[in-house]
């Protein structure tokens, strides 16, 4: 998997491509949001267009990287959900718990 992070004001916009699955990618999301949150950024957006694959593996990530930026003080929303993903957050209950949205503009505008 691959991360690219990008500064929008003082929110952080994490663009994940490939595949969050036990390993890499799970490691990638977690070092990234460590080290943004050591830097001192309360504000995180995970971008998932382009993530094809997500395993349980993934999804435990996730919940974890939320559980960790939120008991930092901070706020982690999902953005631009693939057709599958969303499925997978469905079925595990997991919408109710994270702030999702489809346009960029709407969820820098949701920290405000």
């Given at each position: 998997?691959?991360?690219?992070?990008?500064?929008?004001?003082?929110?952080?916009?994490?663009d994940c491509t490939g595949k969050i699955t036990l390993g890499e990618g799970t490691m990638s999301i977690r070092n990234t949001v460590r080290d943004i949150l050591q830097g001192g950024a309360k504000k995180i957006v995970l971008n998932l267009a382009n993530i094809n694959y997500i395993d349980s593996s993934g999804v435990g990530e996730l919940v974890s990287?939320?559980?960790?930026?939120?008991?930092?003080?901070?706020q982690l929303k999902l953005l631009s959900l693939t057709k599958r993903t969303r499925e997978l957050l469905t079925i595990t209950k997991l919408l109710t718990v994270f702030e999702v949205f489809d346009d960029e503009k709407a969820v820098l505008?949701?920290?405000k």
């Open positions: 998997m691959k991360i690219e992070t990008r500064t929008v004001g003082d929110t952080r916009v994490l990287t939320y559980t960790t930026v939120v008991n930092g003080g901070g505008a949701s920290f």
